[in-house]
């Protein structure tokens, strides 16, 4: 800290100590003036008074010719206002001598005088009284008849007057000074505040800007000293920068070329991206398809290989690309509520096929102090699950896989109590191989593994584990983890979150109500299994009993004891669970109980084996906790389940969107291949599609039909795809655009922005899902189309014109192909008086014939044309050409049936 901050410097000194010099002068003499004011003032007032008195005596003295007594003339004086101020009042004859006197006794000036007085004359006795320079004497003549009889002689001191002046000066210096003080403290405040403080902070800024090197020594405390050497040194630092400008001007060639190299890398992984994908486009939807028809095992096998082999291939990419934005810090979070539980189970269900190849158990459990819902990437938390749990299952051979989560509420304010944040904590437990303590450093760098041979074995690019980590960090948590080789490991996360409200109906109060008080019976021997049954039961608000074999299960029935609803396990020991659903049967009491199987097996093994019916349900593993409690409330309730299911994607299924959603779509992509893979998807779906394979033929196909859809690819040859949709929006009318889905590659971030800024309405990756097709067509409404012809206009013209009408309707279809070729030769050799006769003449007969919309833009090209500006004239051409396509394919229609009837 500058120790000039704490204690007055020269500066201070300098300037506050001249300011308050002179402001202590200034009180000083005000308070002089004030003080000789005031003197004057009481001594003007005073000799007044004893002027109007001493006039008064002699007026008094005159009237009464000297027969003015001492009592008259002491009752007079003591009427008076001057008070002690007065010292004698003598009346004398012309001789001198006293006739009447009053002496005022109360003042102690006149006691010696008073002492001495005598007979005689007054004159010698008064004088040593009156040299006395604080008594002063006022004389009046006394004159009857225009002779002077003798005068009045009056005395005052102004011994008082000085002494209450004195004590006033002191009064008024004492102020002065203390006004001063509070003045000098002030500005000594402001001072500091408004100059040397900010004149401080100026030298210590102006010193941190500098190098240590180049700092000077400050060891006075005036910041105008100090700020003057700091100028002589900035000055030299100045010019050492200059210097330095002039060596980062010959870099800057360099830095320009590193930012163009840093583009040219965001467009290579874009390209790179692009590239890759399309052929996996290709590989993933052909075998989709093919796997949809009629193979053989060893072929369904083949082709399974296949897609697995592309789908592996495309995480590879995702997960490169992935670790390329989170490196570039252009990876972005969504903030959206989601429930966590079918959250984890979505996860879950994408590694029960691996699981049930390997017998392992797969479970979570979510603590009872856990949000049901939260607000967060929902994508992203599925990322992060599904590396972790991957790598579980991969390097996990018996045992089990489960997910424990729970939450730790952070501090937050009142206006948070309804949706607190959280802290939510994961924990992926397995059973498998472990990490050896010497290996674990190489968790979670890129492109590595634990062991550089398991890659071998198990494959994999090592980027999983980097990725996830790094997706926890930006959603405000960290990642670690716990291992023993041999044991197993547990991978642990957290995240921050916001509570949000859930809705889904198995945290309703329904559910509570159907299942409160219930009594179930839990088999299972894996102990995972039956915490989180247990779990599960008693959030609805049941009471649970678990065993851990089929023999314990019978013998705590056979007891008596009862329940209204059995969970079995299908694989345990010595007893599966078909065999203890048939001896549980054999039991008098329990025919009727109700039992649910639990399942690691297929839906047709599933299905299968309940085709007897022993079971109320029977649901696979892991237990989806939606599941479990639609098959409660089926049997307490008897609400119908409604389990999620993987619906079979046939064809008559699909089928169905085209008929029920019917559009007309065109196809934009340049690889033959993919144009074959989007139109099987689009049969599959029950469309036909029209495909061209640039942006050129896009404007093209507008020209002669009207889209509702365009699937339209980004990289194209010729025209690409962004142009495309600039060109498109521009043609045709608000009213006419039609619904532009962007197909891509690309996955960059800001792609998905870039394509809606460009007028794109939405966005389909590839390899192309037929969920994310059906998705984006199902978005789109077919084009409000004018209407071709007016029914009511065309009525009065069957009904002017009867049997005659079809022969208009041909000479009309002649006649307007005609005009047509003749309004486009006009537009393209610029006749503006060509095109208005020509507009004209197609304007009329349409408008006859209930083709309004037709009449009006024949109408605007009349208009335009007797303007004579041929300013987008070609546009409005090719919107005539389309529209008269759709009146000659009504009124073709028209004759048709008038054929057919006749």
Known sequence: MNLSNLTPNKITLRYLGLTSLGLLLAQLLFGVIQIRWRYYQRVENLTTKIEDLSQEVSIISEDSNFQLDDGTLERLMRQSSVGKDLLYSIVVNEQGEPTTSFFNQDNSSIAVTLSQFRKGKV??????????????????????????????????????????????????????????????????????????LPLGRLVSKTQSLLPKEKRPKLNQWDELYQLEKLIASVGDYFQDIQDLQKKMAQQKASEKALEELNLAKSEFLSMIGHEIRTPLNAVTGMTGLLLDTQLNEQQQEFVGIIRDSGKNLLTMINNILDFSKIEANKLELEEAPFELGPCIEEVLRLFVSQASQKNLELAY????????????????????????????????????????????????????????????????????????????????????????????????????????????????????????????????????????????????????????????????????????????????????????????????????????????????????????????????????????????????????QNSQGEFASVLIKPVQKSQLYYALMDIFAGTPIKVTRNKPESYLEESLLGETHPLKILVAEDVVVNQQVVHLLLEKLGYRADIVSDGREVLEALKTRSYDVILMDIRMPEMDGLTATHYVREILPPDKHPFIVAMTAESMQGDREKFLAAGMDDYIPKPIRIEELKRALSLCQPCSESVVIDEKIFDQLRKMAGKQTNEIIEGYLQDASLTLEGMRKAVEDKDTEQLRQAAHALRSPSGSLGATYLSDLCKEMEEVARQGVLKGSSDKMSRIAIEYDRVSEALQKELQREFTAT
Request: glycine share 6%.
């Open 365 to 608: 459990l979510i603590e009872s102090n856990t949000p049901n819902a939260i607000v967060g990437d929902s994508t992203r938390l599925k990322q992060i699950l599904a590396n972790l749990i991957g790598n579980a299952v991969k390097f996990t051979e018996q045992g089990e896989v489960v997910i424990y989560v729970n939450a730790t509420p952070l501090n937050h304010t009142e206006e948070e109590q309804e949706n607190p944040n959280y802290e939510l904590r994961f924990a992926v437990k397995d059973t498998g191989i472990g990490i050896p303590a010497n290996r674990s450093h190489r968790l979670f760098q890129p492109f590595s593994q634990v062991d550089t041979s398991t890659t071998r074995q198990y494959g994999g690019t090592g980027l999983g584990l980097v990725i996830s980590k790094r997706l926890s960090k930006l959603m405000g948590g960290k990642m670690w983890v716990h291992s023993i080789e041999g044991k197993g490991s547990t991978f642990n996360f957290t995240l921050c979150a916001k509570a949000t409200p859930s809705f889904s109906p198995v945290t309703s109060q329904e559910g509570e109500g159907a299942l409160m008080g219930k009594r179930m019976l839990i088999i299972d021997d894996n102990l995972t299994n039956q915490k989180i049954l247990i779990n599960q039961a008693q959030s609805w608000g049941m009471y649970t009993c678990t065993v851990d074999s089929a023999e314990k299960a019978l013998e705590w029935l056979r007891r008596g004891n009862l329940c209204e609803v059995a969970i079995l396990d299908m694989n345990m020991p010595e007893m599966d669970g078909l065999e203890l659903a048939r001896e549980i049967r054999k039991q008098s009491k329990c025919a009727t109980l109700p039992l649910v199987m639990l399942s690691s097996i297929t839906k047709a093994e599933m299905a299968s």
């Open 123 to 196: 004159e010698s006795q008064l004088e040593p009284l009156l040299q006395k320079p604080h008594i002063r004497e006022i004389r009046r003549p006394i004159i009857v008849a225009g002779q002077s009889l003798g005068e009045v002689r009056i005395a005052y001191t102004l011994e008082s007057i000085q002494e209450s002046n004195l004590k006033s000066a002191t009064k008024i210096l004492i102020a002065s000074f203390i006004v001063s003080g509070v003045l000098i403290l002030i500005m000594f405040v402001m001072f500091r505040r408004e100059v040397q």
